[in-house]
C-alpha cells in the first residue's frame, strides 16, 4: 500500500513545537507523508511570538498548486491563516476538493499572541461549508460561533453548521477525577472524548498537533469519531511525556506518544 500524503496550510513556529513544525512530528508519527504550504513566518518560542512575516498569496498559491501538480493529497489540515488575503486564497483553493479538511481556526497561541488579524474573523466562517470538522478551543467557539459551555441557546449556531465541530478541552469532574472533554457535534449528534487532565504548561502546539492527528486518521481511511478518539489519546500521551524545555509553555512529544500509541503504518 502506497503511503497517504497530507497536506498543512499553516505558519511557522521556528521554536519547532507549533505550526508547520508540529503538524510534520504528527504526520510523521502517524506514518503519512507530510507536505506543506507556508501563511506565515513567525518569530516565536515557548514564552510568545515576537514578530510575524505575512507571506504574499500569490506564493501561497504556488505553494499549493506544486502540492496538488505532484502529489495525491489524502487530507489536508488548516491552521493559522491571519488574513483575509490568505484565507480567500485558502478558501479557492479547498472549495472544489473532495477530501477530508480539518480547520483549525487559531486566533490566540497557547502563550496569549494573537495569531489572527482584527478583520479576519467573520471571514473565516466562510470556509465552514468545505471543511470536513473544525477544531475550536472554548475561547475560539465562542468568538467565532458565540458557544458558551452549559448554554443550550449557544448551540443552536453550532447545529446550523455546514461541518462538524469539535470543541475543545473543557475541564470537567467526572466520577470525582478531573477530566479533559473534547465535544463532537455532527448537526445534532454529540459525542464526547476525555481523558484524565494534566495540570500542566506542557501545551504548545497542542492545539495544531490535534488537528493534525484527526487529518492523519482521515487519511488514513478512519472515521471521524475514530480520528477524533486517537487524535485525543496521542495529545493526552505527547503532554503526558512533555521534554517540558523552553521557559513558557513547553512543547509536546510527537514521537513518544506515536510510539507509545503504536500508530505507525506497517
Partial sequence: MSIKVVLTIA??????GAGIQADLKTFEAFGVFGTSALTVLTAQNTQGVTDILEVTS???????????????????KIG????????DVVREFIKDLNIPIVFDPVFISKAGSKLL???????????FPYVTITTPNLFEAKELLGYEFANS???????????????????QEINDHKRSV??????????????PYQDTTATHGTGCSFSSAIASNLALGKSLQESIQIAKKFIYLAIK???????????????????????KEN
Fill in 11 to 16: 505558519g511557522s513556529d521556528c521554536s519547532g
Fill in 58 to 76: 500569490s506564493f501561497i498559491q504556488a505553494q499549493l498548486n506544486a502540492i496538488l501538480d505532484d502529489f495525491d493529497v489524502a487530507a489536508i
Fill in 80 to 87: 493559522m491563516l491571519y488574513s483575509n488575503d490568505i484565507i
Fill in 117 to 127: 488579524s482584527d478583520d479576519a474573523k467573520q471571514n473565516l466562517r466562510t470556509l
Fill in 153 to 171: 441557546d449557544s448551540l443552536e449556531t453550532i447545529f446550523e453548521l455546514p461541518c462538524a465541530v469539535v470543541i475543545k478541552n473543557h475541564i
Fill in 182 to 195: 473534547d465535544t463532537l457535534y455532527i448537526k445534532r449528534e454529540k459525542f464526547i472524548f476525555d481523558t
Fill in 241 to 263: 511525556n512533555s521534554p517540558n524545555i523552553g521557559n513558557g509553555t513547553s512543547p509536546i512529544a510527537h514521537k513518544i506518544a506515536g510510539e507509545i500509541c503504536h500508530i
